[in-house]
């Protein structure tokens, strides 16, 4: 744990590390939908190769799928989210190191 200079300094840095961890949890949760997205994908691949069905003609039924659409969704959404907390992260360490090159005694 770093060192801090004054109490809003340590403050920044503590909230920064919060937003930080929200955002990664955003990210796995992208991840798993877009996860989510790809098995049933192949899934739906392989149902409809053994219907004669051809790779393309599955691919476009799969992208019609309310599963297709809800997981692509859910990876946007995570994804923005990610990034909006990502970049929240970044203006409260951004605050810390301020307040530490502007700080006089140790906390």
């Known amino acids: 744990m770093p060192r801090f200079h ?15 961890d929200k955002a990664r949890t955003m990210m796995r949760q992208a991840e798993a939908a877009l996860e989510t997205w790809r098995i049933g994908k192949e899934l739906n691949r392989i149902r409809c190769a053994r219907r004669g069905i051809s790779a393309s003609d599955a691919e476009i039924r799969w992208s019609e799928t309310a599963n297709a659409k809800n997981a692509l969704t859910d990876n946007s959404f995570h994804v923005s989210l990610a990034t909006m907390y990502f ?17 006089e005694a140790h906390v």
């Open 6 to 20: 004054n109490e809003e300094e340590r403050v920044a840095w503590t909230l920064a590390e919060s937003l930080a």
């Open 87 to 103: 970049g929240a992260a970044a203006a409260y360490y951004s605050r810390a190191q301020y307040l530490r090159s502007h700080g």
